[in-house]
């Protein structure tokens, strides 16, 4: 039976892919250490930016932070040196840490039983405050300080209070943000 010229048009729309999900959609384990990669941007740590994503149980993020200089301590005036002869001088007694941030900048009442997505594992400190919010799950991307006893340490507390821990295998090595994607029309041929 021929179908009026109305339907056939249709049927041409789903032949072109238009009435059809995208197949290359970020699933939400991408989409939530893209996040945590993303909020890494805002860090003005010249050598070593950190991002976290904690998420709940409903897949909705619940908080987010990036390596930084705490709130009123100026990022142009305090220090990012690493190997100075005094420690007063250095980043390491003033930053914050992504996940401590991300943790304290939460928009629900607490982190119970959420999961927290960061690019690093998380040294010793983090893992306390991990601990101490009753985050169930960390899944981490970088596990490149595990040989250091503070990284061991945090692995040693995860396991004791069975936190689960897993890093996460991109299967893209990256993911692009185009601005000027928007304004593209999809059924343009010169896409
Ligand atoms: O669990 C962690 C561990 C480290 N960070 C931050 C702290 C610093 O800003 C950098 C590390 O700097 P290096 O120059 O590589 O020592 O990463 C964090 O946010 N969370
Ligand atoms: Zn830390």
Redesign the pocket.
């Known amino acids: 039976m021929d179908l009026p010229q109305k339907f056939s048009d249709l049927s041409l729309e789903k032949n072109n892919g238009h009435s059809k999900k995208r197949d290359d959609y970020l699933d939400w384990r991408e989409y939530f250490m893209a996040t945590a990669f993303l909020a890494a941007k805002r860090s003005k ?1 010249p ?2 930016q ?1 991002g976290a994503c904690v998420v709940n149980k409903d897949n909705k993020i619940v908080g987010v932070g990036y ?1 930084g200089m705490p709130i009123g301590c100026s990022d142009d005036e305090f220090p990012w040196g ?1 190997n100075t002869p005094s420690p007063l001088d250095s ?1 390491y007694l003033y ?1 914050c ?3 401590m941030n991300a943790i304290l900048n939460k928009n629900s009442a607490d982190v119970k039983d959420c999961t927290i997505y960061v690019g ?1 594992f ?2 010793n400190e ?1 893992a306390k405050i991990i601990i101490q919010s009753g985050i169930k799950e960390v899944v981490y991307l970088s596990d490149k300080n595990a040989h250091k006893s503070m990284y061991i340490a945090s692995k040693k507390m995860f396991d004791a209070v069975g936190i689960k821990y897993w890093q996460f295998i991109p299967r893209h090595e990256k993911i692009e943000i185009n601005f000027t994607g928007i304004d593209w029309d999809c059924m343009s041929p010169s896409k």
């Open positions: 740590d050598s070593f950190v390596n690493k980043k930053v840490h992504a996940e690093l998380p040294c983090c």
